[in-house]
Every structure is written in C-alpha cells, then in structure tokens.
C-alpha cells in the first residue's frame, strides 16, 4: 500500500528527527551537570554514612569555609599585652589565654595587669577577670568616673588608672572608688602577638567550629552558597530527571524496529 508505506516513513523521519534531538541535548546537559550530580553523589554517600565515618565529630574551624560562615572577626582584632597575658578584644568581646572572658562595648582602650587579676578597659566598660580568664567583675559607666579614653597602672601595679574628659582617676585596691591621680602613669598600649598566640584568641573566638556533617549537607543542598546555590541544586535535579528522560527517548530510539 503506498500511501501506508508513505506514512511510516514520515513517522520514522519524524522519530530520527525527536531522537536526534534528545542525543544531542542528552550530551549538552549531562556536560554541564555532570560535575554537580558528582557533587550530589559524593556528599550523598558521605552524609549517608555520617555515623559511622564521625561526621559529627570532625570540626572545621580553619580555612574559607570558616570565612563562608562569618566565623572570621567583621573588624581587626584589638590586642594589648598585660604582664604574662595577651588579652584581645575581637567584635565587642574580651578574649584571654584562649578563652571568652566577656562581652564588653565600646572601643577598646588597653589591658593591664594588677597583682592577681587582669583589667580589659573599653569606652564603655572596665572588665575585670583572672589570669585564666575568669571573669570577675564588669564595670559599666555608671561606676566609672566618666568614659574611659586611656588605662593604666600605678607604680605598685595594684591600682588601675583611667583617663577621662574629667581628668586621671586611680582606682583603691577593692576597685570600689576612684581618685584624682596626678602622679606618673604606665599606660596600656597595643601590641603584636605571636602567630601562636593570635591563633589561640581565633580559636577562641570561633568556638568549637563547625561540624563536617553540616558543612557537607548544606553542600549537598546548595545551601553553603546561599539561596542562589539552592537554586543551582534544584536546577541539576530537575536536569537529573531531563536526562532520564530523553535516555529513555535514546534507549526506545535503538530499540524501534526497522521496517
């Protein structure tokens, strides 16, 4: 019958045209999300077997994802060396010896050390704690003889002196009044710690760190770029789905019996 035969060969025309263009579309899309389905994959397996690799336990506290993660200090450290102690103000808190001694606001202004404590002054505070960076009082303005433009010591190093717009005023032993001071004042000021010493006070700083396993999900999710990274996931999943789709239209292609 030529027009049933004129018939199947548009039919097989058209389908050569639709399986072409599957393969050729198959091999631009699967170019392009390859590397994220290897992302997808990998994180995948790994999250999947978080329990038994210790997922959890692995902490990331270095390196750019800490920076991703806003674990890295908005403004320059502030350091000031008090007797045996290097003592930090990182971001509106005071950090000792590797440890978090405190919030304190304003602008730091030095840190000195008296016979068995330690005093980390700011505009706005006077924040007392130990050598191993237990705090032990913080006094605010409404203690203070005015907002605090300087810190220091005395000779004995057992009285703290501060410099404000009413003048210089010494502290008593209990650091419960302050005085008029007018004699000779060493004078807190900024220094340079060691790389080991400023690593500590970062450690401090970011805390624990963050663990692998949520590192890892929220690159499996995108999530680790933002809503645009997200997005990008979904995108590679619903080209998962295109791929499988026009496989399927390869596959069925090679299959379709000549005629």
Request: charged share 20%; glycine share 10%.
């Amino acid at each position: 019958m030529p027009e049933a035969d004129g018939a199947r060969a548009k039919s097989r025309k058209r389908w050569r045209r639709w399986a072409a263009t599957a393969r050729s579309w198959h091999r631009r899309i699967g170019l392009v999300i390859a590397a994220l389905v290897a992302v997808l994959a990998i994180t995948g397996l790994l999250l999947n077997h978080g329990d038994r690799l210790g997922l959890d336990r692995i902490r990331v506290v270095t390196g750019w994802v800490v920076d991703w993660y806003g674990l890295t200090p908005v403004d320059d450290p502030v350091h000031f060396r008090a007797g045996e102690h290097w003592v930090s103000w990182i971001d509106g808190a005071v950090y000792a010896n590797g440890r978090r001694v405190g919030d304190a606001r304003g602008t730091a202004r030095g840190a000195v050390a008296l016979d068995s404590l330690v005093a980390m002054a700011t505009s706005e505070a006077l924040v007392i704690f130990t050598g191993d960076g237990e705090l032990v009082e913080r006094l605010g303005t409404s203690f203070l003889p005015g907002a605090i433009a300087r810190v220091g010591t005395a000779g004995s190093q057992d009285r703290i002196v501060i410099r404000t717009q009413e003048g210089q005023f010494a502290s008593d032993s209990d650091l419960l009044t302050w005085s008029p001071f007018e004699d000779e004042v060493i004078w807190s000021q900024t220094g340079t710690p060691t790389e080991a010493v400023l690593n500590v006070q970062l450690a401090a700083y970011r805390g624990q760190g963050l663990p692998l396993s949520r590192v890892l999900l929220d690159l499996h999710s995108g999530r680790l770029f933002g809503s645009a990274g997200a997005a990008v996931m979904d995108a590679a999943a619903i080209f998962l789905l295109v791929l499988v789709a026009t496989g399927i239209v390869n596959w069925a292609g090679f299959r379709r019996p000549r005629r």
